[in-house]
């Protein structure tokens, strides 16, 4: 039994980001911050990046400010205070070798094909809006989906339902009638159960959190338990090979159970 919508993640879902930003740090470390071992240098650029990605969507910082103060706090973590031109000219060179290490997650071309056969397809991310339809476009999957959905275009990020919530009315689908696929999960899994939905769970690093791993929400009321063992969520490791992909959404679409109470919800948020 298929669902009717399909809803994905965009970045480490269907985009490989993890890739495209190795190689784009491996670039600008090699003009910048030669003499500072890589290794611990990867490591802090991935935990201030995503500081300054939450605070870009938080409307703190506009996307070009927020790439040269990772930048400054990437290198004052090593003992170095770079001024604001030299961070710019980093945060430049690194986005340079992003986009040109643009590549699809293994698996996700052929997966999507599979489904657009028999589902409605759609994209909610946490991102900029230019950055996120320039990516689509660049990877050529923009023609797959009936609904694309940006944080900053909306106004909501995930895990907020009302993300979820203007997703599904776009693509015509109720909740229980959807399954939500991230690599994310807080943002989103735990966003989707909360959004009334099934799961798949991409998880690059075979790691199965345990019921301690979820924070409380500010949106209690919508809030749902879930946990490792939860039937609405499977978890993958790959999006390869594609039946094993599709099922996991099968299997995680069957053991959805969804009250009245959840539809209406959703159905308000949306309004």
């Not at 735990?190 to 998880?203: E, H, K, P, Q, Y």
Request: charged residues 25%; hydrophobic residues 45%.
């Amino acid at each position: 039994m298929w669902p009717r919508a399909i809803l994905f993640d965009l970045d480490d879902t269907l985009f490989d980001h993890r890739r495209a930003s190795a190689l784009a740090l491996r670039a600008m470390h090699a003009v910048h911050a030669r003499e500072l071992p890589f290794k611990p240098f990867a490591t802090k650029h991935a935990e201030v990046l995503e500081v300054f990605h939450t605070r870009f969507l938080a409307g703190e910082f506009t996307l070009d400010e927020a790439r040269a103060a990772r930048m400054q706090t990437l290198f004052a973590a090593f003992g170095r205070e770079i001024d604001a031109g030299t961070a710019f000219g980093a945060a430049q060179l690194y986005r340079e070798g992003h986009q040109a290490n643009r590549h699809l997650v293994p698996g996700a071309i052929e997966l999507l094909n599979l489904l657009r056969e028999h589902c409605r397809l759609g994209v909610v991310t946490n991102n900029s809006t230019a950055e996120q339809i320039e990516k689509l476009r660049a990877l050529d999957i923009a023609g797959y989906f009936d609904a694309v959905v940006i944080s900053e275009d909306v106004g909501f990020t995930k895990p907020d339902p009302k993300i979820f919530a203007i997703a599904l009315e776009r693509i015509g689908a109720r909740p229980d009638e959807t399954v939500f696929i991230g690599d994310n999960w807080a943002n989103d899994i735990v966003g989707a159960i909360n959004a009334g939905m099934a799961a798949v769970w991409l998880s690059h690093d075979g790691k199965t959190p345990a019921l301690a791993d979820f924070p409380e929400q500010k949106w209690s009321e919508s809030r749902v338990d879930v946990g490792a063992a939860h039937p609405h969520v499977f978890t993958i490791n790959s999006l390869t090979p594609a039946t094993t992909a599709i099922a996991a959404i099968k299997t995680a679409f069957k053991n959805r159970t969804i009250g009245a109470e959840q539809h209406e919800q959703l159905e308000t948020l949306a309004s």
